[in-house]
């Protein structure tokens, strides 16, 4: 007699250390992003020192000097991140088609033929979770590229005299 329960801890504990590698490469990504978004302001800042330091010193504010910045490359993160959202989408796609056996599917389910061409049928597919963190990560990009900014040149502009 075997034991089933032997194998489904084991998968339970790769299906953990799966989930906390994609967890991992998440927050890699994120680092390597507000390091980008660091680097592209201060760039910014430098080519236009002169006339920052010049409005700076006529009493133009830091939040308002930040929110242009910070604007600009919040939109551009926005955009980055539904692009990246749109390009993702086919592999996501075709990675849960791949798995949909190994899903919790009743036996009429797998029986039952598919029509690929129903947006029903690949919203049984794609796990849900899957499709929010999808509509999640361009707002996220968004808001992680305006908190940078808005750091970053608030830090620079306490440095000025």
Request: charged share 10%; hydrophobic share 60%; with cysteine.
């Amino acid at each position: 007699m075997e034991h089933d329960s032997v194998w489904s801890d084991r998968l339970a504990a790769l299906a953990a250390s799966l989930q906390a590698c994609a967890l991992l490469a998440v927050l890699i990504v994120m680092t390597v992003a507000v390091c980008v978004a660091m680097a592209a302001t201060r760039a910014g800042l430098q080519t236009r020192r002169q006339a920052i330091a010049l409005i700076h010193s006529l009493g133009a504010m830091d939040s308002y000097i930040a929110g242009r910045f910070a604007s600009r490359v919040g939109l551009l993160a926005l955009v980055g991140g539904l692009g990246g959202s749109i390009a993702a989408l086919p592999m996501l796609l075709a990675m849960s088609h791949l798995a949909a056996p190994f899903s919790a599917m009743t036996d009429a389910q797998a029986v039952a033929p598919m029509d690929w061409h129903s947006p029903r049928a690949w919203a049984d597919i794609v796990p849900h979770a899957l499709l929010w963190m999808l509509l999640a990560l361009p707002p996220a990009a968004g808001i992680t590229g305006w908190i940078t900014t808005q750091l970053t040149v608030r830090a620079w502009l306490r440095r000025l005299p």
